[in-house]
């Protein structure tokens, strides 16, 4: 991946992104997202996040190789303190982190927040409780998109403010989106999962140790009505029958997001 050819994931993150946005990527890493938007003139401001040191210089690099150093502005800092009210930052983007981390610098940092951004986010795992911060804070969820690259599933979520949603308890476990749109990635996707999860349950009960993970349950569950229904709907095409068995991997998660490492 380069600026000039981004990954699929985020080049998907970028079609997101509002033509003429002032954006702020936080943990920008190599910041190829925030070079190839301002190298094709789609965005007019861009502030580069980022907590650590290695990525950060990586992300300086790739400015300066640009020639953007005057147009995208690249600074050390945890989460949303890499923004400036005088930026009039109008998107910000969080991709390849956990969505905890996502939630929880959202949280933190809200104050920083203006109150109109569009938020472009990319969680590597535990969607289901950043999507449940975004419900709970006045956000609407506008887009959501699931891709499959490398043997790894990636969830998009685009909110912005707005009316106040109240999302069900399966709406922010498989987004309210992409439930309704229910497309061939997310039955491949979910399948897998029900797959290892009802392994790991019949692992449980094989252990016979009684514990019970009534998580585990609720999911597995949840994941099973979504290929049982027929639900009189002509959207519900596929069913366990008619999805190809894959074969087990460790494919169904994003890979963990890296460890950051403190500032000294
Ligand atoms: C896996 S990389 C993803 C890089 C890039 N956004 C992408 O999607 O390709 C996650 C980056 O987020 C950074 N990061 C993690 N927590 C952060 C925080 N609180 N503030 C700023 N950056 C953070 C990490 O240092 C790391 O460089």
């Known amino acids: ?15 997101q992104v509002p033509a003429g946005a002032r954006l702020a990527d936080i ?24 907590v650590a ?14 020639q953007l150093g005057e147009r995208i502005a690249v600074r050390l800092a945890d989460g949303l303190a890499a ?12 991709c390849g982190m956990g ?8 949280a933190r940092d809200k104050a920083r927040l203006g109150g109109n951004e569009r938020l472009i986010l990319q969680p590597n795992g535990g969607e289901q409780p950043l999507r449940q911060w975004l419900m709970d804070n006045g956000y609407r969820i ?17 909110a912005e403010p707005g009316e106040p949603m109240r999302y069900t308890e399966q709406q922010l476990y498989f987004g309210p989106l992409l439930l309704q749109a229910r497309g061939p ?21 094989r252990a016979g140790q009684g514990v019970i993970d009534e998580k585990l349950e609720q999911q597995v569950r949840w994941i099973g009505e979504l290929f049982a229904s027929n639900g009189g709907s002509a959207d519900l095409k596929w069913s ?24 000294g």
């Open 1 to 15: 991946m380069t600026p000039r050819k981004l990954s699929a994931r985020l080049a998907r993150v970028a079609a």
């Open 27 to 50: 943990g920008t890493d190599h910041g190829y997202l925030l070079v190839a938007l301002m190298s094709r003139g789609l965005i007019s401001a861009a502030v580069a996040g980022e």
């Open 53 to 66: 040191l290695t990525p950060l210089r990586a992300a300086e690099r790739s400015v300066r190789e640009h």
């Open 83 to 94: 923004i400036e009210p005088a930026d009039r930052i109008t998107a910000i983007s969080f």
């Open 99 to 106: 969505g905890e981390t996502i939630r929880d610098i959202l």
């Open 142 to 158: 506008h887009h959501e998109e699931l891709l499959r690259e490398n043997r790894f599933f990636y969830e998009i979520i685009v």
């Open 185 to 205: 990635v997310f039955a491949a996707k979910w399948q897998r999962l029900l797959r290892l999860k009802q392994q790991t349950l019949t692992g449980l009960a």
């Open 240 to 263: 366990c029958r008619t999805m190809p068995i894959s074969a087990p991997d460790e494919s169904v998660d994003p890979p963990p997001p890296r460890s950051v490492p403190r500032r």
